[in-house]
């Protein structure tokens, strides 16, 4: 009888945590359609958890977010266990490196050792203690102390390879834009000159302006 009572609440348990979870949660992930290549966040309804996907910028549905923080805080009955609105308790929690396969260069909070560290982020599969630069890991976390015997660890070095492949990517850009530019501007120059009736006569050069482009 016992054993019978239990199932009985572990049964109404799921159930109430599956009704409490919005409608637009448990949607399938839309891609959309569109030209763009949007890294968006879903909630996984199965697992509990937020996972990361392609969006190309339009259409798509409801069970879409920027990031993995507004994804979990909106679908999952467990958020307040994960990334708490009350943004200091999370300073309690464990690091979380994730699941995927990302190298993002973030900051937690050591609550037995009370001091901001580096981590290494895959990108998905974290919690609140996570914060972008040590600033705000600092402002929200200071003072916060929890016993503990845990043994310090190392903070990784910072990642010089994610660092160079930026700058390499930032160098061919500024190098193959223009290129790019001039040789359609040579190909558009020269059917000019190759259509009939059109006048041959030189035309003073100008400098070439080519349009500014946002590196990401």
């Known amino acids: 009888m016992k054993h019978l009572l239990l199932l009985g609440m572990a049964v109404a348990i799921i159930h109430v945590s599956q009704t409490s979870t919005p409608?637009?949660?448990?949607?399938?992930?839309?891609?959309?359609?569109?030209?763009?290549?949007?890294?968006?966040?879903y909630y996984n309804h199965t697992?509990?958890?937020c996972n990361p996907f392609m969006?190309?910028?339009?259409?798509?549905?409801?069970?879409?977010f920027v990031n993995e923080r507004?994804?979990?805080r909106n679908c999952?009955?467990?958020?307040?266990n994960i990334y708490p609105t009350d943004e200091s308790l999370a300073c309690h929690f464990k690091k979380a490196i994730g699941q995927c396969r990302g190298q993002l260069l973030r900051y937690y909070y050591d609550?037995?050792?009370?001091?901001?560290?580096?981590?290494?982020?895959?990108?998905?599969?974290?919690?609140?203690?996570?914060?972008?630069?040590?600033?705000?890991?600092?402002?929200?976390?200071?003072?916060?102390h929890d016993d503990g015997d845990d043994p310090e660890e190392d903070e990784p070095d910072t990642p010089i390879a994610i660092i160079c492949g930026v700058l390499l990517g930032v160098i061919i850009a500024a190098f193959i834009i223009?290129?790019?530019?001039?040789?359609?501007r040579s190909k558009?120059?020269?059917?000019?000159?190759?259509?009939?009736?059109?006048?041959?006569e030189p035309r003073s050069d100008s400098p070439l302006q080519p349009q500014a482009i946002e590196m990401a």
């Open 23 to 41: 409608g637009f949660c448990q949607l399938p992930p839309s891609a959309g359609n569109g030209l763009e290549f949007i890294v968006a966040f």
């Open 47 to 49: 697992k509990d958890q």
């Open 55 to 64: 969006y190309n910028g339009e259409g798509g549905n409801s069970n879409r």
């Open 70 to 72: 507004e994804c979990i």
């Open 76 to 80: 999952s009955a467990n958020a307040e």
């Open 111 to 144: 609550s037995v050792h009370d001091k901001c560290k580096k981590f290494i982020w895959s990108g998905c599969i974290g919690n609140g203690n996570r914060f972008f630069d040590q600033g705000s890991c600092n402002s929200t976390c200071a003072g916060i």
């Open 178 to 184: 223009p290129v790019v530019v001039l040789t359609v």
């Open 188 to 200: 558009k120059m020269s059917s000019k000159k190759n259509e009939p009736g059109k006048s041959k």
